[in-house]
Nanobody
Framework: VQLQASGGGLVQAGGSLRLSCAASGSIFSINAMSWHRQAPGKQRELVAVIISGGSTNYVDSVKGRFTISRDNAKNTVYLQMNSLKPEDTAVYYC???????????????WGQGTQVTVSS
């Protein structure tokens, strides 16, 4: 199973970006999909998560600005980021809890990371 993230870049404060992350390979089902970020000198933090039924949760610092969504048919998760702030600057990683074979335990797979830089 591979996760391919895309959509990062450089944007001015107040701008928007949309990240995408597509899972491919031997996939029976995907439960939770999530976005995490790691800023220089800081620990990686969970930004947003969406489960297969569509329920979502966000870290307080992005509530009202970021929206996570998924396309189950495409095994893809998105992160729409609006009203970006310099403190959102980080490498963003996607993750997915994947069941490869029915009845087997799921595993967490990670994407390669995509850089988001917000200038003031």
């Amino acid at each position: 199973v591979q996760l391919q993230a895309s959509g990062g870049g450089l944007v001015q404060a107040g701008g928007s970006l949309r990240l995408s992350c597509a899972a491919s390979g031997s996939i029976f089902s995907i439960n939770a999909m999530s976005w995490h970020r790691q800023a220089p000198g800081k620990q990686r933090e969970l930004v947003a998560v969406i489960i297969s039924g569509g329920s979502t949760n966000y870290v307080d610092s992005v509530k009202g600005r970021f929206t996570i969504s998924r396309d189950n048919a495409k095994n893809t998760v998105y992160l729409q980021m609006n009203s970006l702030k310099p403190e959102d600057t980080a490498v963003y990683y996607c993750a997915a809890h994947v069941t490869e074979v029915a009845g087997k335990p799921s595993r967490v797979y990670w994407g390669q990371g995509t850089q988001v830089t917000v200038s003031s």
